[in-house]
């Protein structure tokens, strides 16, 4: 029997909003793309999520728009859930294709068009989305103070920063910063192989910066873990050609999901949810049977054994840790 109980621990999944609101393009989104958001979001609170990921690239605006006009058509849904937005990353602007900008103005200029698109006054989490080098933390500092002064950020966090890059930032901050967003999985796991890899020929092969899990665990930051479902590679879009440590992990989360009465998609989660940083994944897909299929995943990590854990670790390598 497939369990999706809501997950009992305090360990959490997040939606991530990036595959809602049609393409990447200016092309603007229709009526089709609202339901398809609508029946995401029912989905995700179906499996007991209340927290969901934005950024005011994804989708050239568009998720966060469809997202809003999901929140205006449903009374009292703003109530029952936690929003974050990202800022941080500019698109084809200023004659480039990428660059980066966390200078103040930008800050408090992206965040006021989340809002709007979000047709909500605050959300619970503003995350810094990657590192700018030219960033000055004083100016992000007085930024992020007046966005809270006014009410329209109650928290902050970021996104792919290692621990000193935190702690930097963190020097000159009145708040602290709430959560640090990765890119984590069984399939990308730099994260982790860079722990066990110190002082070994394969640590070459991983730039993951070392103590950053550390850090964030001491400090208290919660760990937010992107392309947690790997992708698909494992369970729901499979590779053309798999490898062969692709198809045995595949083999093997299927195998664990039927002993444990849940779902491939859970226990993947719940591989991540088990590691004790408190990591929290977060769910890319937007089709809702995928988003239901994730419920269990607190209840996995609670019963899964260390020799499970380590198993999947080593499938997924292809080859036994040193």
Not at 42 to 58: E, K, M, N, Q, S
Not at 143 to 165: F, I, P, T, Y
């Amino acid at each position: 029997m497939i369990d999706h109980s809501v997950p009992s621990s305090g360990q959490e999944l997040i939606y991530g909003c990036m595959g809602l609101g049609g393409g990447w393009s200016d092309e603007p989104h229709d009526v089709h793309h609202v339901e398809e958001a609508a029946a995401a979001v029912d989905a995700a609170l179906d499996a007991g999520i209340t927290l969901f990921d934005h950024a005011d690239i994804y989708r050239r605006g568009k998720s966060e728009a469809v997202f809003g006009e999901v929140l205006a058509a449903t009374p009292g849904l703003r109530e029952r859930i936690r929003l974050q937005t990202k800022c941080g990353i500019r698109l084809n602007e200023r004659g480039l294709e990428t660059h980066y900008d966390l200078s103040g103005d930008a800050i408090i200029e992206r965040v006021n068009g989340s809002l709007e698109r979000l047709r909500t006054d605050y959300v619970d989490v503003l995350l810094l989305h990657r590192p700018d080098p030219l960033m000055d933390p004083a100016e992000v500092a007085a930024a992020v103070g007046k966005l809270m002064a006014e009410g329209k950020v109650r928290a902050l966090g970021v996104s792919n920063m290692s621990g000193e890059q935190i702690a930097f930032l963190q020097d000159s901050l009145e708040t602290p910063v709430v959560a640090n967003q990765l890119e984590m999985s069984l399939l990308k796991r730099a994260w982790l192989e860079s722990s066990v890899l110190v002082n070994h020929p394969e640590s070459a092969d991983y730039g993951f910066p070392h103590g950053t899990i550390e850090y964030c665990a001491r400090q208290g930051i919660t760990l937010q873990a992107y392309g947690a479902l790997a992708r698909g590679h494992y369970t729901g879009n499979p590779p053309e050609r798999p490898t062969p440590a692709e198809a045995a992990t595949a083999a093997l989360l299927s195998d664990l999901a039927r002993d444990k009465g849940t779902t491939s998609e859970a226990v993947l989660l719940g591989w991540l949810m088990r590691h004790p940083a408190g990591i929290a994944p977060v769910i890319g897909t937007a089709n809702p049977d995928r988003i239901r299929a994730c419920a269990g995943a607190a209840r996995v990590a609670e019963t899964m054994t260390r020799a499970e854990w380590y198993r999947l670790w080593v499938t997924a390598r292809g080859s036994n840790i040193p």
